[in-house]
């Protein structure tokens, strides 16, 4: 006997495969019924070694020496193998460990800004032929007028607001929160004009503090930064939520 089996309860089976070649372990699926020529030919697209030039070695999961897969013509199903079994490919071609992982040793495809300007099969000759993304100028010179429409909208939104002045805050997608404004204007974490708000309850993110920088102060996890749209102020009392009764 020479350990094969040949009972198949999986058509498919999830193998380990490390190499001489290849410094990393990976994962492969194949199926059981291809023979150990073809399974040398898929493992020469994952380890990089020829398949002609390898000797395949068998370890259980527990990464015991089995037995070698010298047979071409046999089925992998008729090897003892299982899910998360280790197939070892040795490299007869001499080939050293990390070479197929050393990208210094490629030779690399290099195209000089005008000469690829001037090719007609690139992406940016079909997204110049095709006025796609920011060669169309329409689009793009709209996009900017939208988004300065929409800066001004906030700055004006931020001007009405007056630190001190409770609100509701309604973002799309949240629950709406009351609380306390705490400050108005620009900030260096993001662009635009934002609102500081205390909110009544822990839903905010932080303290009043902002990568390094202190805007405000409160309670932790009761700060948060909305855009001044997403403010509406007015008489907005504190809600009761009945603390002091017995």
Request: charged share 30%; with cysteine; net charge negative.
């Amino acid at each position: 006997m020479d350990g094969r089996v040949t009972i198949i309860t999986n058509p498919t089976v999830n193998v380990r495969v490390t190499s001489t070649v290849y410094s990393s372990e990976v994962k492969r699926r194949f199926d059981r019924g291809i023979t150990i020529a073809e399974l040398k030919a898929k493992l020469e697209m994952v380890i990089g070694a020829c398949a002609s030039s390898m000797d395949l070695e068998l370890f259980s999961v527990t990464d015991k020496f089995m037995q070698k897969m010298d047979d071409n013509d046999a089925l992998l199903g008729s090897y003892a193998v299982d899910d998360d079994s280790r197939i070892h490919v040795i490299d007869r071609s001499g080939g050293k460990m990390g070479e197929f992982d050393d990208v210094s040793r490629v030779e690399k495809f290099e195209l000089s800004a005008d000469a690829y300007e001037k090719r007609t099969d690139s992406a940016r000759s079909f997204m110049k032929k095709h006025r796609i993304g920011h060669f169309n100028e329409e689009e793009v010179a709209k996009k900017k007028a939208e988004q300065a429409a929409q800066r001004e909208e906030q700055k004006a939104a931020a001007d009405a607001i007056s630190v001190g002045s409770r609100c509701k805050v309604q973002v799309s997608g949240q629950p709406t929160k009351l609380g306390t404004v705490m400050y108005v204007g620009t900030v260096d974490f993001k662009p635009g004009h934002w609102v500081g708000v205390k909110y009544d309850e822990p839903l905010g993110k932080h303290a009043g503090t902002v990568a390094g920088k202190q805007y405000f102060e409160c309670e932790d996890k009761y700060g948060g930064f909305v855009k001044p749209l997403n403010v509406i102020v007015g008489d907005f009392p504190e809600e009761d939520y009945g603390l002091d009764e017995m």
